[in-house]
């Protein structure tokens, strides 16, 4: 078979095979949000380019190297969301959501696009679950967004992930510690790449998360951020710190950690493992104060973190964590002749409605080749439907693992009460005995 095409590169398809894992952990985070008094946004999945270049920040790899931006027939530059921190804050100011008191908390899931090289856990399009908070300065939100991913990850059951945190300090620290940077970047010029070269005046800061060979081990001697951020930043940071410890969540300061993206100040965090391989950061985040000022707003004090959903389901993968099967087939009506068909019809109908999974056929096979369907889909019960079952107004239920034992409904508007009835009492008997009345 040839085929016209095949998906894009750096792209990929969840299969019915595995989209209840995508759902499993996404109902997780979901609710993990909600508790935290989180409500979901939803934006578009492409925004005016300037937001990037303003937010995530001209210089950075991102805006530079890997967004999907084109123009559209009427002349306008538009960009493919690489993350979604920044179509959040746009929708907070433009939709005026402070009006509704603050610190207003969203949540999100969605699509990024990074032209990115691709490689196991780095995808052009990748998903994201995100949580922002908006308004408040408090160290205790730190550590509270901090909490709630480590909540994700207890509900999930992921466990050896570390927690590596940092503070890059303020608007005026960063000063400092860009002119430090900048003196050291220099005297290595001649090896940086042409990037990081036009990185040098502008943000030399940016350099430390090139992905560049030669720039990376340069960077590595680099002065760290920790020795220069002012007494203030340094308080805030030991007060994250003393909630950190409160909540008896262990970290390590890593101050090595300046997060690839413009808009962060003070407090940067991210979830590292060792499972996964190279990509081996599963989430995130940290505060951005100036960021929905950059952008219009009122100076708002906010805050977030990402998570890579790919990333995630593979630590889940690597640390043999099982995702709960979705429920299959409840019952599988098989019929001969076009009676028995219409009766079939109906009673799938009724079931549907008083919300069991139940299917018939409808491509047209025979009878054994349907009970051969209804076998590699997993029904727990068969009904089949003849001619003399008509006549005789009942027809066979069969437990499809409990073969020996079969009982009989009507087909007639006894029939849901009936089956219900046999249904019940079948779950009752496998829950006592090892046969799970749930297994596919
Ligand atoms: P980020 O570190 O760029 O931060 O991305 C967050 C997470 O998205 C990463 O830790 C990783 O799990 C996943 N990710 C990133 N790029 C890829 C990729 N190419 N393929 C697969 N997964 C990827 C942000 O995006 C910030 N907006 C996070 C944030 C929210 N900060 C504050 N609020």
Redesign the pocket.
């Known amino acids: 078979m040839e085929l016209l095409t095949k998906k894009v590169k750096?792209a990929e398809d969840i299969l019915p095979c595995d989209s209840y894992k995508w759902q499993f952990v996404e109902d997780i985070m979901r609710k993990e949000a909600e508790c935290f008094g989180f409500k979901e946004i939803r934006t578009p999945v492409f925004e005016h380019t300037v937001l990037f270049n303003r937010s995530v920040g001209e210089t950075t790899d991102?805006v530079q190297k890997e967004m999907y931006t084109f123009d559209t027939k009427g002349g306008e530059s538009i960009t493919l969301r690489?993350?979604?921190?920044?179509g959040a804050a746009r929708a907070y100011l433009e939709h005026a959501l402070y009006n509704n008191g603050l610190p207003v908390k969203v949540y999100y899931q969605l699509t990024?696009y990074?032209y990115?090289k691709?490689q196991a856990?780095?995808?052009?399009e990748?998903?994201?679950f995100?949580?922002?908070t908006y308004g408040a300065s408090d160290p205790k939100a730190d550590a509270e967004m901090i909490c709630a991913v480590n909540g994700i990850f207890n509900r999930l059951g992921v466990d050896n992930i570390r927690l590596e945190i940092n503070s890059i300090g303020c608007k005026s620290c960063r000063q400092d510690y860009t002119n430090a940077l900048k003196l050291y970047f220099e005297e290595h010029k001649d090896k940086l790449c042409p990037t990081c070269l036009s990185r040098l005046d502008r943000n030399p800061m940016r350099i430390l998360d090139c992905k560049n060979e030669a720039c990376h081990e340069i960077a590595k001697a680099a002065p760290t951020v920790l020795e220069y951020i002012c007494s203030d930043c340094s308080q805030k940071f030991n007060k994250v710190k003393t909630f950190l410890n409160a909540a008896d969540l262990e970290y390590t300061v890593n101050p090595t950690i300046v997060?690839?993206?413009d808009?962060?100040t003070n407090t940067v965090f991210?979830?590292v493992t060792d499972c996964i391989g190279a990509?081996s950061?599963?989430?995130?985040?940290?505060?951005?104060d100036g960021l929905i000022e950059e952008l219009g707003g009122q100076p708002t004090p906010s805050?977030?973190?990402?998570?890579?959903?790919?990333?995630?389901l593979m630590v889940m993968d690597a640390q043999g964590i099982e995702i709960p099967k979705p429920k299959t087939c409840d019952v599988y009506i098989a019929a001969l002749g076009e009676d028995a068909e219409a009766t079939a019809f109906r009673l799938v109908k009724e079931l549907r409605e008083a919300s069991f999974n139940a299917e018939f056929d409808i491509v047209g096979r025979g009878l054994r080749a349907q009970m051969k369907y209804a076998d590699k889909i997993g029904a727990k019960f068969s009904i089949v439907i003849g001619d003399d079952d008509l006549s005789a107004n009942k027809a066979v239920v069969k437990h499809m693992k409990i073969r020996d034992e079969q009982y009989e409904v009507p087909l007639d508007e006894r029939f849901l009460d009936e089956f219900i009835k046999i249904y019940m009492d079948i779950y009752q008997k496998t829950i006592s005995t090892s046969l799970n009345f749930n297994e596919n």
């Open positions: 750096g991102v690489p993350e979604g921190t920044a990024c990074r990115e691709a856990g780095r995808q052009r990748f998903h994201q995100g949580m922002e997060r690839g993206l808009y962060y991210e979830f990509q950061t599963v989430c995130g985040g940290g505060r951005y805050l977030g973190f990402a998570m890579g959903i790919e990333r995630l």
